[in-house]
């Protein structure tokens, strides 16, 4: 070792080959971390290879970290060719601020992506609302989130804007389905034939029901009719489909019945048909 110190400092050309030796050494460094990096986040994708939020998170981590081993490299070859890094440090940082005032909104987006991926607030399928937007989530990303709504319209909506999500898709859902009846009607007749019908109803919708039916009788007076409404809560996406089949099965009673009905209740029905 002494040998080839003594070399390298008797040689023309020894500090040159110092400095190629000292370059080397760090290229050879920061590969072995690239590598090691690698490897390590592609287990971590394998392992959550159905989680596309953790995946998105471990992409970036990725990423940031090569970056990080890249630049650290190359300041110590720069600074061992001579180069002032101090400078390069300085001017990174003004350039960092310069752009990170000029972009906050893109950066509010990307740490709310972070928080909204990390904490599983809402996942690819699952139907949220957020201000005046809902639908089903088709993908979530670091900077935006994907949405279609019951149009079927694609909506981008940027992760700044995802403030106070309703997620539908995790918790019983409440479903509400009105019927409008004439004042002509005999109200004591028509509320017996619609509450007969609760326990038929829970019978046939016991697999996605979560509460019994409550049959809630007259809950509104309004100019055209009297309003009588079931109420009950279902498995999370569920609502939609327990409201139109209330809705039948209390019209075919009534028509059954000949109880007199408005010629516009469809319309004005809380189901969805």
């Given amino acids: 070792m002494n040998t080839v110190t003594e070399f390298l400092k008797e040689h023309p050309y020894g500090p040159l080959i110092r400095k190629g030796f000292y370059i080397l050494f ?21 392992r959550r290879e159905r989680d596309k939020g953790v995946n998105t998170i471990v ?27 101090n400078s390069i440090l300085a001017t990174a940082g003004i350039g960092t601020l310069i752009v990170g005032l000029g972009a906050q ?10 928080f909204i991926l990390t904490e599983r607030q809402y996942v690819a399928g699952e139907y949220i609302k957020v201000g005046n937007l809902e639908g089903y989530v088709e993908d979530v990303g ?9 149009n079927g319209e694609i909506q981008f909506v940027p992760n700044g804007m995802m403030q106070g999500v309703i997620n539908t898709s995790r918790t019983s859902m409440r479903a509400t389905a009105t019927v409008v009846v004439s004042y002509e009607a005999d109200i004591k007749r028509t509320m017996e034939s619609l509450k007969s019908l609760v326990s038929l109803m829970e019978e046939e919708q016991q697999a996605i029901l979560q509460a019994p039916i409550e049959f809630l009788g007259i809950t509104a007076s309004k100019e055209r009719g009297m309003e009588l409404t079931y109420r009950t809560f279902t498995k999370p996406e569920q609502q939609w489909t327990v409201e139109r089949y209330l809705l039948e099965k ?4 009534l028509q059954e019945e000949k109880i007199p009905l408005p010629g516009t209740h469809k319309e004005e029905s809380n189901a969805v048909l």
Wanted: no cysteine; net charge positive; aromatic share 12%.
């Fill in 26 to 46: 760090v290229l050879l460094t920061a590969l072995l971390i690239f590598h090691v990096v690698k490897r390590f986040f592609e287990h971590l994708r394998k």
């Fill in 59 to 85: 992409m970036l981590l990725d990423k940031v970290l090569r970056g990080i081993v890249f630049f650290v490299a190359l300041l110590l070859i720069l600074d061992r060719l001579g180069v002032n890094t």
């Fill in 105 to 114: 909104s893109l950066v509010k987006d990307f740490i709310n992506g972070f």
């Fill in 142 to 150: 670091l900077r935006m989130t994907r949405l279609r709504n019951y």
């Fill in 250 to 253: 209390a019209l075919q009673k």
